[in-house]
Each structure stands twice: as C-alpha cells, then as structure tokens.
C-alpha cells in the first residue's frame, strides 16, 4: 500500500511540473492544462493498477488443529496446523515467520503464545501412526519465499514460545480461541490473519490419554480449492472426532 501511494503521488507531481513548464509556453494555456491534468489521473491510475497488481500479497487460510500422539508418556500438549500459504498479488516476497496466541475461555490474562517449532512432513507422520519423532519433523521452522500467483501447504507445529515462564500445555476442557499471526515482507509488522475456535471436551482428553490423536476441525473454511489441497495428504482418518 505504500508503495503504491509512492507511485501515485510520483506520477502526479511530475504531471503538475509538466502542466507548469508548458502553461507557460503555449497561448492558450488553460486548455492545455486541462489535457495535460487528464492525461496526468489516466497515468496515476494505471501506475495504480500496475504497482498494486505487483505487490506481495500474502494470504493464509487456517482453522483445523490436530494434537499428536505424545513421543513420550505425560508429555507436554504440541499444536499441529495445517496452513494454507496463498500469495495474491503479482510480486513474490518472503513469509518471515507465524506466531500462534491461545486464550481458553477468554482468560485473555492467561493468554499464551505458541512459536513454530517445526515443519511437519506428513506422509512419515501418518507412517509413523501420528506420533511425531526425529523422522517426521524437520527443525527448525523457517522463512520461505512464495511466488506471485502461487499456494503452498504447510505442516507446522507450535509449542510454547516461554517453556519455563508458563505452565505447561495440557488438553483441558474449555473454548480454546486461536489467532493466527504472520510476519512477511509485505508488512513491517505481524498482521493478525486468522481466527477461530474450537470447544475441547473431556472426550478429547481421554482420546489424548488412551495414545491416539486429537482432531479438532473447522468447517467455517469457505474454500473448497484450499480443502482439497490439505486433504491431499490424508491427514485426517475417517472416523476421525472432530470440534465443530
């Protein structure tokens, strides 16, 4: 956006000095100035259409969570996301990084902060019966660049970004709201890109506790195309409990 209003602003002092020089010249500069001022809003908003067709636009669609099976007993509660990374502008850029905040029942006084602590690659998790291990996950998470006109589905996992200041996570009941953050070269500072909840029962606990994974699904995503593309993996057993 600032680019643009650069370009705009650019284009019409060039045109104003333009009108000036010739205003000056030519007899009838009234007219002439009045041409010159058309020409001059066509130009800016071509320069409009064209510098904003060539921005970054990053975009991420989100809202399923799956907690996998603890690597060991007792162990602490990870956050699985399937993301859909789309870029809808013409220009490529780079997605910096993606934080997670966590607020359960709207303790916004407890809210937690969760980073990315890595990529998954779900083919090996699925072959792994959904337990996370050294095979599956590749450490650490990391900035990527994503081309004009392009999607990329990822795979990322967050845990607590102040392990030691915080209590550790664990599969309670209550409203578990999320709110998506991502750092990219389009913005200088995180944009808030998605929300969402999901209401975990005392169903999800035992589920967690008799070694299976937790699927918590989001049927507000409104995009068949971006659906398709996570389901490619199969990520997601039938049969599978779900949040709605």
């Known amino acids: 956006m600032r680019k643009t209003i650069l370009v705009v602003a650019g284009m ?26 058309i020409a001059a809003i066509c130009i800016a908003s071509y320069g409009t259409l064209k510098a904003g067709l060539l921005e970054f636009s ?54 937690v902060l969760l980073s990315p602590v890595a990529e998954v690659d779900m083919q090996r998790f699925i072959q792994a019966k959904r337990r996370l291990d050294e095979d599956n996950a590749i450490e650490p998470f990391t900035a990527f660049a994503l081309e004009a006109k392009r999607s990329l589905a990822k795979f990322v996992l967050f845990d607590l970004a102040e392990r030691g200041r915080t209590e550790p996570l664990r599969l309670r009941n209550g409203r578990w709201a999320f709110e998506l953050f991502v750092k990219s070269s389009a913005n200088r500072t995180p944009k808030l890109e998605r929300s969402f909840e999901h209401v ?35 990520w997601m057993p039938r049969g599978a409990r779900y949040s709605g």
């Not at 045109?15 to 007219?31: H, K, Y």
């Not at 993606?98 to 407890?110: E, K």
Request: hydrophobic share 45%.
């Open 58 to 111: 990053p975009e991420v669609l989100a809202g399923d969570v799956i907690v996998p099976r603890p690597s060991r007993a007792g162990g602490d509660v990870k956050l699985l996301l399937p993301l859909q990374f789309t870029n809808a502008g013409g220009g490529d850029g780079i997605v910096e990084w993606v934080a997670l905040r966590l607020t359960i029942d709207g303790d916004i006084q407890h809210s």
């Open 200 to 234: 975990v029962e005392r169903k999800h606990a035992e589920q967690l506790a008799a070694d299976q994974p937790v699927y918590l699904i989001s049927y507000q995503i409104t995009l068949p195309s971006a659906r398709r593309e996570l389901a490619g993996a199969e």
């Open 12 to 37: 019409f002092s060039v045109s104003l000095a333009l009108v000036t020089w010739l205003g000056q010249s030519i007899a009838d500069p009234a007219w002439l100035a009045l041409g010159l001022a």
